[in-house]
């Protein structure tokens, strides 16, 4: 295994971590613009499926849409690179994949159970405190690389802003968190699930996503860049889709801002 620093956050992570495909090699950094950038970076440069980057401080952290993403020392702010065998509209299984990863690995490092909301917030009490950033690049019916970024408020603290909807864990749990533990905890999981998935068990996700977010029978509204949609949520199928139950009929969508009516 090879890493770009000796640190002890780093070496608590690797200790006797046995997993076949992420995380066996693994960047950390005091501080970095973004994650994400750095993964691209690598991606072009050539690397290994499973490299995992995090830093301390993301300087340039973004979100969904482009939106900043603030990221000050105490969260967790982290990168998977991915080579998955599969068709670009199945990426979104992967993001999938991985919420449910860190909901489990929150669960085991601070007993909190965390809730999913479409596409791939994670909520404690209403409020956001894990939000992923799935980036790909594809040819019509293959996935070139996929990076996923993954950010996790832990220690760190809220701006005044962020406090009205969002949260971190040191908040809710009422003591600091291990940022190693619980990045080991996800890493082992999400090991397991992507192996998963490249074997073709997609149920096996959509299943445990589903019973994370409690979103079916919902009424939502949906916005994405040009639309807002109302209507009542019947499924979400084994691509990531939110089937919507309009007034005058059913539709599939990929992605959007949720809102629950
Ligand atoms: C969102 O909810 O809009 C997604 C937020 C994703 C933030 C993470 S932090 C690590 C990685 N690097 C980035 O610049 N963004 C992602």
């Given at each position: 295994?090879?890493?770009?620093?000796?640190?002890?956050?780093?070496?608590?992570?690797?200790?006797?971590?046995?997993?076949?495909?992420?995380?066996?090699?693994?960047?950390?950094?005091?501080?970095?613009?973004?994650?994400?950038?750095?993964?691209?970076?690598?991606?072009?440069?050539?690397?290994?499926?499973?490299?995992?980057?995090?830093?301390?401080?993301?300087?340039?952290?973004?979100?969904?849409?482009?939106?900043?993403?603030?990221?000050?020392?105490?969260?967790?702010?982290?990168?998977?690179?991915?080579?998955?065998?599969?068709?670009?509209?199945?990426?979104?299984?992967?993001?999938?994949?991985?919420?449910?990863?860190i909901?489990?690995?929150?669960?085991?490092?601070?007993?909190?159970?965390?809730?999913?909301?479409?596409?791939?917030?994670l909520?404690?009490?209403?409020?956001?405190v894990c939000g992923?950033?799935?980036?790909?690049?594809?040819?019509?019916?293959?996935?070139?690389?996929?990076?996923?970024?993954i950010g996790i408020?832990?220690?760190?603290?809220?701006?005044?802003?962020?406090?009205?909807?969002?949260?971190?864990?040191?908040?809710?749990?009422?003591?600091?968190?291990?940022?190693?533990?619980?990045?080991?905890?996800?890493?082992?999981?999400?090991?397991?699930?992507?192996?998963?998935?490249?074997?073709?068990?997609?149920?096996?996700?959509?299943?445990?996503?589903?019973?994370?977010?409690?979103?079916?029978?919902?009424?939502?509204?949906?916005?994405?860049?040009?639309?807002?949609?109302?209507?009542?949520?019947?499924?979400?199928?084994?691509?990531?889709?939110?089937?919507?139950?309009?007034?005058?009929?059913?539709?599939?969508?990929?992605?959007?801002?949720?809102?629950?009516?």
């Amino acid at each position: 295994m090879i890493s770009r620093s000796d640190s002890p956050f780093l070496k608590e992570i690797i200790h006797e971590l046995d997993t076949k495909i992420i995380g066996r090699n693994i960047y950390h950094f005091d501080i970095i613009d973004s994650t994400n950038l750095y993964a691209k970076k690598l991606v072009k440069k050539g690397v290994d499926e499973g490299v995992v980057i995090v830093a301390d401080v993301q300087t340039s952290g973004r979100g969904r849409k482009n939106r900043i993403w603030s990221s000050p020392k105490g969260g967790l702010w982290f990168s998977i690179i991915l080579f998955p065998n599969i068709s670009p509209n199945q990426g979104m299984l992967i993001t999938m994949a991985c919420s449910v990863a860190i909901v489990q690995g929150i669960k085991e490092i601070t007993g909190i159970t965390a809730e999913i909301k479409w596409p791939n917030d994670l909520l404690i009490g209403g409020k956001k405190v894990c939000g992923i950033l799935t980036e790909l690049d594809a040819e019509f019916d293959r996935i070139k690389y996929l990076v996923v970024g993954i950010g996790i408020n832990v220690n760190n603290p809220l701006n005044e802003k962020l406090k009205k909807k969002a949260t971190s864990l040191i908040k809710e749990a009422g003591k600091k968190i291990s940022r190693a533990k619980l990045l080991r905890a996800y890493l082992i999981r999400i090991d397991d699930y992507y192996n998963k998935l490249l074997l073709g068990d997609y149920r096996f996700i959509r299943n445990s996503w589903l019973s994370y977010s409690n979103i079916i029978g919902k009424r939502v509204q949906v916005r994405d860049d040009k639309k807002v949609l109302t209507g009542k949520v019947t499924d979400v199928d084994n691509s990531g889709r939110l089937i919507l139950e309009t007034e005058n009929t059913k539709i599939r969508i990929v992605s959007g801002d949720l809102k629950y009516l």
